[in-house]
Nanobody, 119 residues
Framework: QVQLVESGGGLVQAGGSLRLSCAASVRTFSSYTMGWFRQSPGNEREFVAAISWNSGSTYYADSVKGRFLISRDNAKNTVYLQMNSLQPEDTAVYYC????????????WGQGTQVTVSS
């Protein structure tokens, strides 16, 4: 059983920064590729970033590349999303997700944390 809990969301002005955290309750955290997704009202869920089990590979959506940084601390069973130069378009509920490294689909999801960026 995998449980994911996001934190760190909030209200920030355009140009500001936030760091999201995702704490995983899982026996073997290092077995999972971790990802971040987001969804704003009326829009489909979109991929934001992902990181492999050993941090050897990272992936970013074009919309956040150069501004966001995903990282993980396997000793703490935690994945982070550092978000810089935030813009109103980044406003969304951000979800942490996990999948086994050999899988192609994310199987486990957190409840989400709200990020609101004001102009």
């Amino acid at each position: 059983q995998v449980q994911l809990v996001e934190s760190g969301g909030g209200l920030v002005q355009a140009g500001g920064s936030l760091r999201l955290s995702c704490a995983a309750s899982v026996r073997t955290f290092s077995s999972y590729t971790m990802g971040w997704f987001r969804q704003s009202p009326g829009n489909e869920r979109e991929f934001v970033a992902a990181i492999s089990w050993n941090s050897g590979s990272t992936y970013y959506a074009d919309s956040v590349k150069g501004r966001f940084l995903i990282s993980r601390d396997n000793a703490k069973n935690t994945v982070y999303l550092q978000m810089n130069s935030l813009q109103p378009e980044d406003t969304a509920v951000y979800y942490c997700a996990a999948r086994l490294s050999a899988d192609t689909m994310y199987r486990y999801w957190g409840q989400g944390t709200q990020v609101t960026v004001s102009s």
